[in-house]
């Protein structure tokens, strides 16, 4: 079966990152790799493994990025778009299905992990702080993990229980950035005002990466800088 490749469609309702007026006319550092960000996620990416604890984790080869978010927040959603694939990723309706951390690999030299959604797991006690133990686990000592990017619902913002992982990853010194997902659904007045409030919380976090991506797996705005970010890791850790 032949991979679709990946589409873009352009939105002008969601301002690319950390647009700001006095920068309008600064050329964009992520310019560079916006090619070969396209060419890295029209690869052929496959599923690896799924990981319930760290005994299961995959040899550590080349760089790892990974995705964490509440439940619902559009994490298989956004892998699926990134990709230009539609089943890369299952999708769900029902909040905290996934429970193990995912593993998807393009060649040797990238591998992106979907890790469990937080905030509605339909789960005993018992087992959410077995995830939150494996979590920790993997986030403090997977030594290839580049950036862990933290999705937040842009019609919600920042919430109590999106501070307690961006605590988790400040203290476990891991950088990550923020992607603000579903900006399609938000007024774009409003979400002028929704960004600012984002990029105000993660202004003083000392792992925090300073540049917010608004994005939209519906629309694919956004996933074009996204691609060119992950490009740019990858060439600055080589």
């Known amino acids: 079966m032949t991979d679709p490749k990946a589409t873009d469609v352009p939105s002008t309702d969601v301002p690319p990152p950390a647009a700001t007026p006095a920068a309008a006319a600064e050329p964009n550092p992520l310019d560079p790799f916006l090619e070969t960000g396209r060419l890295l996620f029209a690869a052929e990416w496959k599923f690896i493994t799924a990981a319930p604890t760290t005994e299961f ?6 760089m790892e990025i990974a995705l964490a978010g509440r439940s619902n927040v559009g994490k298989s959603s956004l892998v699926n778009a ?4 539609n089943h890369l990723a299952r999708t769900s309706v029902t909040p905290g299905r996934t429970q193990e951390l995912i593993f998807f690999r393009v060649g040797p030299e990238l591998t992106l992990v979907d890790m469990p959604g937080y ?38 913002g920042i919430k109590p229980v999106d501070e307690e992982i961006l605590d988790l990853l400040d203290k476990a010194a891991v950088s990550y950035a ?11 007045t409003d979400f002028v005002g929704r960004l600012a409030e984002v990029q105000a919380k993660i202004k003083r976090r000392p792992a925090a990466y300073p540049v917010v991506f608004p994005t939209s797996s519906h629309t694919g705005a ?5 691609r060119a970010a ?8 080589a």
Do not use: C
């Open 57 to 62: 984790l995959p040899p550590m080869e080349g």
């Open 222 to 226: 956004g996933l074009p800088e996204l």
């Open 119 to 156: 905030g509605f797991a339909k789960a005993p006690k018992d087992k959410v702080d077995a995830w939150v133990r494996t979590i920790r686990a993997y986030l403090r000592g997977r030594v290839n993990l580049a950036r862990v990017f933290v999705l937040i619902d842009s019609r919600h």
């Open 82 to 85: 990134l990709t230009g694939r």
């Open 178 to 188: 923020i992607i603000m997902t579903k900006a399609d659904q938000v007024k774009p």
């Open 230 to 237: 992950v490009a740019q890791l990858m060439a600055e850790r």
